[in-house]
């Protein structure tokens, strides 16, 4: 059962602005962390962009994304968004949208070290 989507991605040019959403099939998504990653090569690891606590008002960033992406989450629609602006070609990657496990009380540190599950991800791509 695919339990998270992400939508979103598409191309875009040096300077541009796009959202990624990522809708959840979670019975307990307002409970749980959940963050995005990203792989920009096919078969590197998957790098840290951003994450957020359960309720929304504790969110943290890779430096790269500091002052340039935005994580959000709706609790009562089980979405996340990831806003990001100022895009540049080293920001092209497959995005993906992780959730956080069940027993780390919804903190946002927690996607980060351990994810618990991914969506299938979403192409984005920087042109100059």
């Known amino acids: 059962q695919v339990r998270l989507v992400e939508a979103g991605g598409g191309l875009v040019q040096v300077g541009g602005s796009l959202r990624l959403s990522c809708a959840a099939a979670i019975p307990h998504f307002s409970d749980i962390a959940m963050g995005w990653f990203r792989e920009q090569v096919p078969g590197k690891e998957r790098e840290f962009v951003a994450a957020i606590n359960w309720s929304g008002i504790d969110s943290f960033y890779a430096e790269f994304a500091k002052g340039r992406f935005t994580i959000s989450r709706d609790n009562a629609q089980k979405m996340v968004y990831l806003d990001m602006k100022n895009l540049k070609p080293e920001d092209t990657a497959v995005y993906y949208c992780?959730?956080?496990?069940?027993?780390?009380?919804?903190?946002?540190?927690?996607?980060?070290?351990?994810?618990?599950?991914w969506g299938p991800g979403t192409q984005v791509t920087v042109s100059s």
């Open positions: 992780a959730e956080g496990p069940d027993d780390a009380g919804g903190n946002s540190w927690s996607v980060r070290s351990r994810p618990a599950d």
